[in-house]
Structure formats: C-alpha cells, structure tokens
C-alpha cells in the first residue's frame, strides 16, 4: 500500500486539483453571468409573459437547445479554432473555459427559465397592478421568489462543469481529466486514475451538499 502511495505524482494531483478548481469557478462565474439574463429574457418573451416576442422567443430558443443537444466533446473538438482566436490557445486551463461557458450557459438559461414559471402568477399580477415596471418585477418578485430554483440550478450546472472538466482533458484542457487520461489511459497508471475519480466525487459531492444547504436556507425565507 505504502508503495502505492509513493508511486502517485501528489504535486501533480495537487496543480492539476487546483487547475480542476479554477476552470470550475471561471466557467461557472461566466455561465451565471451569461445564462441568468439568457434565461429571464426566455421567460419574459415566452407566451402570455410580460414581454412576449414569438420570433425572438422561437429563434433564441432554438440556439438554446441546438448548443444543448451538441455533446461537449464534440463542441470542444469545434470550438478550437475560435477558442485559439479569442484566448490565443485551445489547450490547458485558458483554453477550456469557452467551450465550457458555451456548454453550460443554455443549459443553465434553461434552468432558470424553468425556475420562473414556478412562479406564482398571482405574484407577478399583483406587482402589476402596483404599477411596477418589468425591470422591478424582475428584480423585486421574479428572482428573489425563483431563487431557490435558481440556486438549484446553479448548483446542478457547477457538477455538469465538473464532469465537462474532466471531459476537456482528452484534448489537453488541464485538470484532473487531463491527468486522469495522461496517467491512467496512455501509462495504464490505474492508481492515479483512482485518485482523481476519487476527487471529482468528492468535488461532486461538496458541491451538492453546499447546494442543498442554501437552497434550504433560501426556501426558509
């Protein structure tokens, strides 16, 4: 057991933890940023909402799902030349955020677009006939009532972006994925790939349990 250990590159486990770390927190900033904003405009321009546009809605929607339906393996394959355009490089942690972003941003939008129809109508129609602008039943009603959903939603997006992550590794995206593959499958170094599936378990399961707690401390207001 001991020989085991000794045998198991822990400095490189440690960089490519942290690598895992920081393409999880800058793709997940970077989807809530885009995909919260997606997925309001989706709900307000859908049937009977406030800002409904049946051509918007119908030709953003399709995007959405068309991005959604593509496997990310194959959108990170796709996405290389425009990556090496806008970052410089396709390879390591720089390289797969915007693959990442792209994978996860409709998913999320999705997400929260669901979250708003949970909404009670009554709520929105009250606000109403208060007078409030669509901006401040947005920010006033909206989203503070939804935010349960939403943090749910995030959430589930951070473990896909985790699973994503360890994906990007087949084409030298960093991570644990990269060392999972570079050890494990070309040096069939199956230590090490039990390390690093043991970690992004771990991750999965710390970002759940850190999930379920806000959206219980949320659901409680």
Do not use: C
Request: glycine share 10%; charged share 15%; proline share 5%.
């Amino acid at each position: 057991m001991t020989a085991i250990l000794l045998n198991i590159p822990w400095a490189e486990i440690g960089e490519a933890t942290l690598d895992t770390l920081l393409m999880l927190s800058l793709s997940l900033a970077a989807t809530v940023i885009i995909g919260l904003p997606l997925g309001v405009m989706l709900f307000l321009t859908g049937k009977r909402q406030l800002l409904e546009q049946p051509i918007f809605y119908k030709v953003t929607s399709f995007v959405v799902n068309l991005l959604r339906s593509v496997p990310f393996i194959i959108l990170l394959i796709v996405m290389m030349p425009l990556t090496e355009i806008l970052i410089g490089t396709s390879l390591g942690v720089r390289g797969s955020i915007p693959p990442l972003v792209v994978g996860a941003a409709p998913f999320f939008a999705r997400l929260v677009e669901t979250a708003l129809r949970e909404v009670d109508r009554g709520i929105i129609e009250a606000t109403q006939s208060m007078g409030a602008t669509t901006r401040q039943i947005v920010l006033g009603a909206l989203i503070p009532e939804a935010l349960p959903g939403i943090i749910a939603g995030v959430t589930v997006t951070a473990i896909a972006l985790v699973s994503y992550t360890a994906m990007s590794g087949v084409v030298g995206g960093g991570g644990l994925g990269d060392l999972s593959v570079r050890y494990g499958y070309h040096r069939h170094q199956n230590d090490v790939m039990v390390v690093t599936v043991f970690l992004l378990v771990v991750l999965v399961q710390l970002l759940q349990m850190f999930g379920d707690r806000l959206v219980l401390k949320f659901s409680r207001r």
